[in-house]
């Protein structure tokens, strides 16, 4: 089946740091792909809808120059947690579309100090 | 944007028993209903979906229910077992993946 790896698994960092993680496509291509956060005991929440070769959608009340997203390639988007702070501690998982079925990565456990 | 309910939030059931959760989707437009298992620390794991052109679908112990007109769909769990125990969503898709608020399934042995 469709595999979607997701790295890291688990960060550590001081605030004011930017923090990158990458989500790829292994063995299919995936000219969408999706951003959630998921707080402990809660649901997904997207946060972005990566689309290769353009711009990524933002939802309502997500800061766009906050988690930058790149969409460079068929198989690679990349989500870029800037000048991080305690508040964005939490786990991030994306999702890669392939006939709008979901394949999602492992996820990331981001800790800000 | 599509607004996806899920109900109940926790579910509790006997080994052996069924259970159903229930999920509603505003946009009527919506054209494909997955439902996903995830456990503690794990990803979510796509168990069954449907499309908005198919009433009813069934896998072994699974079930999942459309009703396009009430804009409700369910997802049935027949002779649970204690492995069944996970948080469930359900989620719809039009031009992007809206999840439920997630059902927390106990099956107590």
């Known amino acids: 089946g469709a595999v979607v790896s997701q790295h890291p698994s688990w960060v550590i960092c001081k605030s004011g740091t930017s923090v990158k993680i990458e989500c790829r496509s292994l063995?299919?291509?995936?000219?969408?792909m999706f951003w959630y956060r998921q707080f402990p005991k809660q649901s997904l929440m997207l946060m972005a809808t990566?689309?290769?070769?353009?711009?990524?959608?933002?939802e309502q009340g997500v800061e766009k120059d906050k988690f930058l997203i790149n969409h460079a390639s068929l198989t690679l988007s990349t989500l870029t947690v800037t000048s991080a702070h305690p508040e964005d501690s939490s786990f991030y998982i994306c999702?890669?579309?392939?006939?709008?079925?979901?394949?999602f990565g492992a996820g990331t456990r981001l800790s800000v100090l | 944007g599509e607004n996806v309910e899920q109900h109940p939030s926790t579910l509790s059931v006997q080994e052996g028993d069924s259970a159903v959760i229930k999920c509603t989707y505003s946009?009527?437009?919506?054209?494909?209903f997955p439902w996903y298992k995830q456990e503690l620390g794990k990803r979510p794991q796509l168990i069954i979906d449907?499309?908005?052109?198919?009433g009813e679908k069934k896998d072994q112990r699974i079930a999942v229910t459309l009703n396009k007109t009430a804009k409700h769909f369910s997802l049935h769990i027949t002779e649970t077992q204690p492995e069944d125990s996970a948080v469930y969503f359900c989620?719809?898709?039009?031009?992007?993946?809206?999840f439920g608020a997630g059902t927390r399934l106990t099956v107590k042995p």
């Open positions: 449907i499309r908005s052109n198919v």
């Open positions: 063995d299919f291509q995936a000219t969408t």
């Open positions: 990566s689309n290769e070769g353009s711009k990524a959608t933002y």
């Open positions: 999702s890669a579309d392939l006939v709008n079925i979901q394949y």
């Open positions: 946009d009527s437009a919506s054209n494909y």
């Open positions: 989620a719809a898709y039009l031009n992007d993946m809206r």
